[in-house]
């Protein structure tokens, strides 16, 4: 059974201040890993898509890599802004049989950028 | 291009009724997807529907029931309702076997009491 995990559960910066949140997950076998933005009571906005073959994806300020074998994706964040506060979820995509796929996300970590 | 509507936005229910929340997919997806997320933690995975038939279910009882529509989009129902089913309920569509990941609609409230 896929599992995933984030590490910090919440973060605090200084708005400007460039930051890594980390995530892991327990079963190497993945399709793609999805990290997704989320505003409090809100649905989840995708941030950035990197299949199993790509080491990694920038999108703007936005970088995420992805290390398969060792089960671990990092989110870095340059220059962080106010408007970055949210709570960032990774997920990932794993055959989970009968041609069908299953996305397992973590628990988030929650991201104050303080001005 | 509509992206995942859900509807409706909230609901407040009483224990023990039953309720049915609806989706939407994306345009030229064929895959719904729902998730249960309660405060403070990841979405939990209900059940995937696929060519209108049920393909993958995660760990919840048979309260919980889907449906899928010729066009794609889907119904999650929920019977007998506890104090516990209160949470976001997220719908996300995708396009079998794609490599383009999912997409998430902004999710139902649904508060039980």
């Known amino acids: 059974k896929q599992e995933v995990t984030q590490i910090p559960a919440a973060l605090s910066v200084p708005e400007g201040e460039n930051l890594v949140l980390n995530c892991s997950f327990t079963?190497?076998?993945?399709?793609?890993l999805q990290w997704f933005r989320q505003d409090p009571g809100k649905g989840l906005t995708s941030l950035l898509l990197i299949q199993s073959s790509q080491r990694e994806q920038t999108s703007g300020r936005l970088n995420a890599s992805l290390d398969k074998s060792s089960g671990r994706s990092t989110l870095y964040i340059a220059a962080s802004q106010p408007g970055d506060s949210a709570t960032y979820l990774c997920a990932v995509r794993s055959y989970s049989g009968a041609g069908s796929y299953q996305l397992t996300f973590g628990k988030g970590t929650k991201l104050s950028v303080i001005p | 291009d509509a992206g995942v509507t859900q509807s409706p936005t909230h609901l407040i229910k009483t224990r023990g009724q039953q309720v049915t929340l609806r989706c939407s997919p994306k345009s030229g997806h064929d895959t719904v997807s729902w998730y249960q997320q309660a405060l403070g933690q990841g979405p939990q995975f209900i059940f995937q529907y696929y060519e209108e038939e049920e393909r993958q279910r995660g760990n919840f009882p048979d309260r919980f029931s889907g449906h899928q529509f010729p066009n794609y989009s889907s119904e999650l129902n929920v019977n007998a309702l506890l104090l516990g089913d209160s949470a976001l309920y997220l719908c996300?569509?995708?396009?079998?076997?794609?490599?383009?990941?999912?997409?998430f609609g902004s999710g139902t409230r649904l508060t039980v009491v």
């Open positions: 996300a569509s995708s396009f079998q076997g794609s490599d383009y990941g999912y997409t």
């Open positions: 079963d190497s076998a993945i399709y793609n």
